[in-house]
């Protein structure tokens, strides 16, 4: 395993990951579960790093499947309680999800109906879920919204007025996306008002992902107050939620190096050696503007600017003409060789990274919370570009 004491010895572009980082969200998140009474397990869709496993199972062996690969992952490395969840089931892929996995969540009636025969006949030991709709938007940004207006997740209430079938045992729903508690209490309340009098005979509530319990500004007591509230409402329920970004909040950084630095229209463009496209696509889908450690701080509050200083925007090395976030103000002015330090990079970016243009992904490093050197947990040649299209 290649290692060094040394951030300013990796060559740039590289992820890296911060071992006490980590460690200070999972015991968070593990004092939250205990207090609240709540089962948290973890969302691959966000993590996928396995090499960081060993650390997470030390708090959680729990996690939520959507792919058979998600499953696969954590039976090697996590632990055997999945919880599948997909927006469909096939004939070829749902015999899998049966044989593995513990709990199985339907996003309507007619999947259900389809494969619970294929449960009963082959007597899988598999709770079974059933997706709803709670018609709460908190979410600014439909592309991340699954209660926008047509939205394909879930039951609609009409269509449970005369109760669940036989062998629903839990509901769940997903309404939210790095949400406060005070947003899952908007949606719980609305959740409850269309749903609630399926609840008492029910045997778990998922309330999915989103719960950015690891941010600090949080209210962990308040979400702790609502679950205890929830679980003395329906003391028949195992109350269940999935974060993706909680687990991995502020652990791992993407740190670059300027190549150039062009001026058009007034603008100037430092071109880096990583791609917000193929590295950081949530930049652009969002969109947001990371933190960059070199830049002038901004405020923290409402993730304004402080407008002083030298202007550039950042752009990306791959050829799409949208490759570029901007706009940061920094001190000194930023020449080839400035190497910048993009914060917040390690949940839903190395699982989403492309190789769009050929682009060689960033290696991954990672940093033991002991005093140990820096290692290197996975770098990248031509054959896995190469291997992708084989």
């Keep these: 395993m290649n290692t060094t004491e040394r951030e300013a010895d990796i060559p740039t572009p590289y992820y890296i990951v911060y071992e006490d980082k980590l460690r200070a969200n999972l015991e968070k998140l593990k004092r939250v579960s205990e207090e609240s009474g709540v089962k948290i397990i973890m969302a691959f869709k966000a993590n996928a790093l396995w090499k960081t496993f060993p650390v997470i199972k030390e708090y959680f062996q729990s996690s939520t499947a959507s792919s058979l690969n998600e ?32 709990h199985i969540t339907f996003n309507s009636l007619a999947q259900f109906r389809k494969f619970y025969p294929y449960l009963k006949e082959t007597g899988a030991k598999v709770s079974c879920g059933l997706r709803v709709n709670p018609h709460c938007s908190v979410i600014e940004t439909d592309i991340y919204n699954p209660c926008v207006p047509g939205s394909r997740f879930g039951e609609n209430p009409e269509n449970l007025n005369k109760g669940l079938p036989e062998g629903i045992e839990g509901l769940h729903f997903h309404a939210l996306c790095e949400s406060s508690s005070k947003d899952l209490e908007a949606v719980l309340e609305a959740f409850l008002h269309e749903y609630g009098h399926l609840l008492p005979k029910l045997k778990w509530l998922n309330m999915g992902g989103g719960h950015l319990i690891t941010r600090k ?16 409402d329906y003391p028949n329920l195992e109350l269940i939620i999935e974060p993706g970004s909680a687990f991995t909040w502020q652990t791992g950084d993407l740190v670059t190096e300027v190549l150039d630095v062009v001026e058009d229209a007034g603008i100037k463009t430092a071109i880096i050696d990583a791609s917000f496209a193929c590295h950081m696509p949530d930049t652009l889908e969002m969109p947001y503007r990371p933190y960059i450690a070199e830049a002038i701080p901004e405020t923290e509050e409402d993730r304004k600017p402080i407008r002083k200083g030298l202007a550039y925007r950042l752009g990306g090395n791959s050829c799409l003409s949208g490759d570029f976030v901007g706009d940061w103000w920094f ?49 990248y040649t031509y054959q896995d570009y190469r291997d992708r299209m084989d």
């Design 217 to 232: 500004d949080y209210d962990t007591a308040h979400f702790i107050q609502m679950m205890r509230k929830l679980k003395s």
């Design 331 to 379: 001190d000194k002015p930023l020449q080839p060789g400035s190497r910048l330090r993009l914060q917040d990079m390690n949940h839903y970016t190395t699982v989403k990274t492309t190789m769009f243009n050929g682009l060689q992904h960033p290696s991954i490093w990672y940093k033991p919370s002991a005093d140990q050197p820096i290692q290197l947990l996975r770098e």
């Design 71 to 102: 499953m696969r992952l954590s039976l090697d490395y996590l632990g055997n309680d999945v919880h599948a969840y997909c927006p469909v089931y096939t004939d070829q892929t749902f015999p899998e999800f049966a044989r593995h996995c513990s």
